[in-house]
């Protein structure tokens, strides 16, 4: 059992590293123009919510629309209700946009359980 946790936290470890180079220091990539087209539901999964302040924190994968690699990082709701039944540990697809120096979640769902 230990062996098996050790392993299961140094893969976990080892996909961090990979999936969130840029944590700390938090850059978006190349910026690209504000606005898009693109509706291409990204993949995330809930680390933190805080329906009062209307955010939520997920690590999400690359969201195209925005120019943005895979990362954990703050999102806001355009409607803090769409906080509404998600939990933390959901995994999720969701639409999101830049509106200034915010990222704004447009559209958020819960992704079927795999
Ligand atoms: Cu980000």
Request: no cysteine; aromatic share 4%.
């Amino acid at each position: 059992m230990k062996l098996r946790l050790a392993l299961a936290t140094g893969t976990l470890l080892v996909l961090a590293a990979i999936a969130t180079p840029s944590f700390a220091q938090h850059r978006h990539g190349v910026d690209l123009p504000a606005t898009s087209s693109t509706q291409e539901l990204a993949d995330g999964e809930v680390r933190r919510i805080d329906p009062a302040k209307g955010t939520v924190v997920l690590r999400h994968g690359e969201i195209k629309a925005i120019g943005m690699g895979p990362m954990t990082m703050s999102f806001k709701f355009k409607d803090p209700t769409m906080a509404t039944g998600l939990q933390v540990g959901d995994r999720v697809r969701f639409l999101v946009e830049r509106q200034g120096d915010d990222f704004v979640i447009t559209q958020i769902q819960k992704a079927k359980e795999s």
